[in-house]
Each structure stands twice: as structure tokens, then as C-alpha cells.
């Protein structure tokens, strides 16, 4: 997810949020997150119209970035009393949250090619990133870690390709 948005920073650099990098990142139909499977019992179709395949889900890069970095910010509790949104590695992922979904706002409902507004968003959810990212004992992002591109298929091991 960091590399996926790291990814975008050379075209939000030059301002143009109308470029397709940029847009992709926030498209909800670009990114296949669960594979489509067949859903046989036993090589037997049971479904009346005997078709057995199985629906893909679909979602954006940042909403899956969002989802993980909750729930990773949420594994670093030391007790259980202490609710998830008490934790600092939370509250970072949240503030980042909140700064990315302006920026989605912007992007996504009125994209323009001088976008100072986006840029600025973009540069302060990097520095949020980076806070983020030393909480939960990950390297920063300009340790190099995140230059090559991770397998994230569902199943798939965490390797770098």
C-alpha cells in the first residue's frame, strides 16, 4: 500500500490530479482485491443456472491501504482495556485518514491540472505516513523498502516481486 502510494507522488508533484495514475489510485473498479472462484461443491455445480463462478471484489488502492493500516494500528495494543481509537498508531493512521479523504474529495469529484490544494494534502499525509510508519516499527518512506513492487494477492506470500 505505501508503494502504491508512494507511486503517485510525481504526478501529484506536477499538480495534474486529472492524471490516470492519480485517479487510479481512488477508482473503486480498478483494483481486483479478492479473485473470482469457483464455487463448486465437489467439481458439482449447485446452482440452478449452472454457472459456478464466483464474484471478484473490487476496491480502490487507498481504500485497501486504509483498511490495512487500521488494522495494523490496531495489533499494537499492549492490554485489552484500552479502546483502538486511544492508540497513538490509530490516531496517526486516522489523521492520515482524514488528510487522504480531503484529497480523495478534491481528486475524484473536481480533478483539475494545477491542484496546489492536493499537493499540499499530499505532502502532509506523507509526513503523517512517515509518523505512522515509525509507530508501527516499519521503515520510513524514503528508507528504500517500498521501491519495489509486493505481490498483494489474497493468499499470495509478502514478497517482494
Known amino acids: 500500500a505505501v508503494h502504491d502510494f508512494l507511486l503517485r507522488g510525481p504526478a501529484i508533484v506536477k499538480g495534474d490530479m486529472t492524471d490516470p495514475v492519480v485517479?487510479?489510485?481512488?477508482?473503486?473498479?480498478?483494483?481486483?482485491i479478492v479473485e473470482a472462484k469457483r464455487q463448486d461443491v465437489n467439481g458439482q455445480c449447485t446452482k440452478k443456472d449452472a454457472t459456478c463462478?464466483?464474484?471478484?471484489?473490487?476496491?480502490?488502492?487507498?481504500?485497501d491501504m486504509k483498511a490495512s493500516m487500521y488494522l495494523l494500528g490496531n495489533a499494537f495494543r499492549i492490554n485489552q482495556t484500552k479502546a483502538p481509537d486511544n492508540l497513538p498508531t490509530v490516531q496517526a493512521a486516522k489523521k492520515f485518514f482524514k488528510v487522504m479523504d480531503n484529497m480523495e474529495k478534491r481528486v475524484v469529484?473536481?480533478?483539475?491540472?494545477?491542484?496546489?490544494?492536493?499537493?499540499?494534502l499530499y505532502l502532509e499525509a506523507l509526513d503523517i505516513l512517515d509518523t505512522y510508519l515509525d509507530l508501527v516499527e516499519l521503515p520510513p518512506t524514503d528508507s528504500g523498502n517500498y521501491d519495489k513492487e509486493f505481490d498483494?494477492?489474497?493468499?499470495?506470500t509478502a514478497r517482494i516481486m
Open 23 to 32: 485517479q487510479d489510485f481512488f477508482d473503486v473498479s480498478k483494483t481486483v
Open 152 to 156: 498483494t494477492k489474497v493468499g499470495a
Open 53 to 63: 463462478k464466483g464474484k471478484e471484489i473490487r476496491d480502490s488502492r487507498y481504500n
Open 109 to 120: 469529484k473536481k480533478p483539475s491540472t494545477s491542484d496546489t490544494a492536493s499537493q499540499k
